[in-house]
């Protein structure tokens, strides 16, 4: 069984940062894939970007160049670092990891974007 914790999360300002970060039962370096996935409001869940255990890194096309994924494996945590927010950036973000063969995610985390 793994779990993973979001946190980070929050209200931010349209060009503010924020990142957000997920804490995972078991080391980083031992799922597959880690990433993030978000929720908008009345669309269905979306993929933001994914880390593979070979420390590749790959963007949704709205995610590049604004927003940089990394972990750290000492310490269990994956993180989603959200430059230049804008208000369409809005949404419940997901952390999400592959162990095993089985997909695990968080409970979700709320961004909010707005002056």
């Known amino acids: 069984q793994v779990q993973l914790v979001e946190s980070g999360g929050g209200l931010a300002q349209p060009g503010e940062s924020l990142r957000l970060s997920c804490e995972a039962s078991?080391?980083?370096?031992?799922?597959?894939?880690m990433g993030w996935y978000r929720q908008l409001p009345g669309k269905e869940r979306e993929y933001v970007a994914i880390v593979l255990k070979t420390d590749h890194t790959n963007y949704a096309d709205f995610a590049k160049g604004r927003f940089t994924i990394s972990r750290d494996d000492t310490k269990r945590m994956l993180f989603l670092k959200m430059d230049s927010l804008k208000p369409e950036d809005t949404a419940v973000y997901y952390c999400t990891a592959v162990y095993n063969g089985f997909r695990y995610w968080g409970q979700g985390i709320q961004v909010t974007v707005s002056s």
């Open positions: 078991r080391s980083a370096d031992s799922f597959s894939t």
